[in-house]
């Protein structure tokens, strides 16, 4: 009989179980699409995704922020063959499960069906793509959608927090410092010709990618798609990754004033780095250690020892430019420059300090071993590869990254902190009742302090 297990005691974690990252085989087609095949035999799905780099929000001009994104949700209204009715019974028909949407980066088509529906799957998602017609009825109906949500988002404090913050951190005529959903004013002034002109400009062949993934050859694929995509011509020219200049040079409070708030949001940030750059493995690490899991600087501060908050994250948004690094929490209204204080200091500390190989070691091993989980589905492996074509990555990136993260050691983590942290020009955004908190965060003495009542950053 065995001994009982001593329950006194955490198991020590095993050994990383080997993965291997799926191939894929990169072909281009008759009219320049670039076609990237995952073979991925185990089960009979396939997901299919085209990637217009060109189609995000940074080629859009701020007077129609959100006209991407628009545009994105817009393609399921209708095409020229099919009405949207027609359309969504076609693709209930064969089991067709579609996704569109705009990010700042990039604009994905996909649909993910049986294999033996998958040519008829995607002999619709075509269709949406190359000939969308954009009806008035359903541009209006999506375009009441989005501004629904848009006024839902500032009546909430966290959405609200987000929304405004981001407007802060960056200059105001950077893209990042707008949502990327648009404001009111620019999607009330969109219509379907905004949208036809800018699928048109640029869901373009050239210079875009079709991801497929799952139970399918790349030989069939090839031979399925050609003929959908004869015809389908042009390169979309894509812009330049945003430069993410900041607002501020130095730090700086802005305080959102919300009246009767029981609670504050925080967001404290700045400009933060590209997707591509070199040492990205080493701030995933570095920002799992300071705010990325529950067992971070951050919530073990603010959350286990001084109990403000029920959590705290921090965090990069990746993009082709810097995206926004943030800090966010909700705090009640009277500990609200307390948890500032901290957050700032375990901030400072760890810039100037760095995290221990201990740290650093727990940080790498969790981001390894949960890595295989976001390819465990089709359409994860259709989206990681997506990533590699938005951002001009190696084709070898994924298969690469458990081992680029486990080479991280303290010294690196330590170096990406000190070059993409900056403590000294963090912009702190509170959203909250201005009259109760804003006397506290005065004496913080952590830069100027501004209340925005009413008005837009």
């Not at 403590?423 to 004496?443: F, N, S, Y």
Request: glycine share 10%.
């Amino acid at each position: 009989m065995s001994a009982s297990p001593d329950r006194t005691q955490a198991p020590e974690p095993g050994a990383l179980r080997p993965f291997r990252v799926p191939g894929v085989h990169t072909r281009r087609l008759s009219n320049g699409l670039e076609l990237h095949v995952v073979p991925l035999p185990r089960l009979p799905v396939v997901t299919a995704a085209f990637v217009f780099p060109s189609g995000g929000e940074t080629g859009i001009p701020r007077a129609q922020a959100g006209r991407a994104a628009l545009a994105a949700q817009a393609l399921e209204g209708g095409t020229r063959r099919r009405s949207g009715t027609a359309l969504a019974e076609a693709l209930e028909a064969v089991g067709a499960d579609v996704g569109v949407s705009a990010g700042w980066d990039s604009a994905v088509a996909s649909v993910s069906t049986l294999t033996d529906r998958w040519a008829e799957g995607m002999d619709l998602l075509a269709e949406m793509v190359l000939a969308p017609s954009f009806p008035d009825a359903e541009v209006e109906r999506v375009r009441d959608q989005v501004l629904a949500r848009i006024r839902q988002r500032s009546k909430d404090p966290s959405a609200l927090a987000a929304d405004r913050s981001i407007g802060f951190y960056f200059a105001a005529d950077e893209p990042y410092g707008r949502p990327v959903r648009g404001t009111e004013a620019t999607i009330e002034g969109l219509g379907p010709s905004d949208l036809r002109d800018w699928v048109e400009r640029a869901y373009r062949p050239d210079g875009a990618g079709l991801v497929v993934a799952g139970d399918i050859d790349p030989d069939e694929a090839q031979a399925v798609l050609e003929p959908l995509v004869a015809g389908w011509e042009g390169r979309a020219t894509i812009p330049e990754a945003p430069a993410g200049r900041a607002r501020h040079e130095e730090a700086a409070v802005h305080i959102v004033h919300r009246p009767g708030s029981v609670q504050s949001e925080l967001r404290l940030g700045h400009p933060g780095a590209p997707r591509a750059i070199p040492d990205h493995p080493a701030l995933v690490v570095a920002n799992s250690v300071l705010g990325g899991t529950f067992g971070s600087r951050l919530n073990m501060n603010l959350r286990e020892s001084r109990g403000f908050t029920y959590g705290v994250r921090s965090g990069f948004a990746f993009r082709r430019g810097p995206g926004p690094f943030s800090i966010s929490t909700a705090v009640d209204t009277d500990v609200t420059a307390d948890a500032v204080r901290e957050a700032v200091g375990e901030l400072r500390r760890y810039v100037a300090e760095g995290p221990s190989e201990d740290e650093v070691r727990a940080a790498r091993d969790y981001i390894a071993g949960v890595f295989p989980l976001r390819l465990e589905t089709t359409g994860g492996v259709a989206m990681r590869v997506a990533e590699l074509l938005v951002h001009d990555l190696p084709d070898d990136a994924w298969t690469r990254y458990r081992e680029d993260i486990r080479a991280v050691d303290a010294n690196a983590a330590h170096a990406a902190v000190r070059r993409h942290m900056q403590p000294d020009r963090l912009v702190c955004v509170v959203v909250g009742d201005a009259e109760k908190i804003a006397p506290g965060l005065e004496a913080l003495e952590l830069g100027p302090v501004t209340v925005h009542r009413d008005e837009a950053p």
